[in-house]
Structure formats: structure tokens, C-alpha cells
């Protein structure tokens, strides 16, 4: 498979992801109801912000050398997310 089409198959995970977390946390209510948008971003930022505290965890199961590190700030976003979703609601 040529790099290029690797690139944009890659790229396009990440922009299914987005718009995945978007729909998640409620996109469609701002534009019924008439609100502002700003919730619709804090929602989708705190939605990556576990998504990325997820692939930390992940990845502190093959790294050896990492795993702590990993595994620490893993949990942190985490909870930090989870926190985050708590303040929000």
C-alpha cells in the first residue's frame, strides 16, 4: 500500500474520532434548542481528554522501560476527565 493512502486512512481514524465525540456529547441539542456551542466544545475536549488518557493506559501495557510514567498520567487524565464530566453536569 503506497504512504500516502496509509496516511490518509491514519488521518481519517482520528477525524472519525472527533466527530464520533461530537455527536457524543450532543451536538445536534445546541443547534435544536438554540444555545450557544460552548458546552458542545467543553464536552468534546473533555471526551479527548479521556480518549488520550486511555491510549496512555494502553500503551503502559507494551512499554516496559515507560510503563509507570504511562500508567500515572494514564489514570490522571482520566480521572481528570472523569472529574471534569462531574463539574460540567
Not at 486512512?9 to 464520533?20: A, G
Not at 458546552?39 to 494502553?58: D, F, K, P, R, T
Request: a positive charge; glycine letters at 12%.
Amino acid at each position: 500500500m503506497p504512504e500516502n493512502t496509509t496516511k490518509s486512512i491514519s488521518s481519517f481514524k482520528y477525524v472519525y474520532l472527533i466527530v464520533f465525540f461530537m455527536l457524543l456529547s450532543g451536538l445536534f441539542h445546541p443547534l435544536i434548542s438554540g444555545n450557544d456551542g460552548d458546552m458542545l466544545i467543553a464536552g468534546v475536549l473533555v471526551l479527548l481528554l479521556g480518549l488520550l488518557g486511555g491510549i496512555l493506559l494502553w500503551k503502559s501495557t507494551y512499554d516496559k522501560n515507560n510503563r509507570v510514567v504511562y500508567m500515572g498520567l494514564g489514570f490522571s487524565l482520566m480521572g481528570g476527565s472523569i472529574y471534569l464530566i462531574f463539574l460540567i453536569s
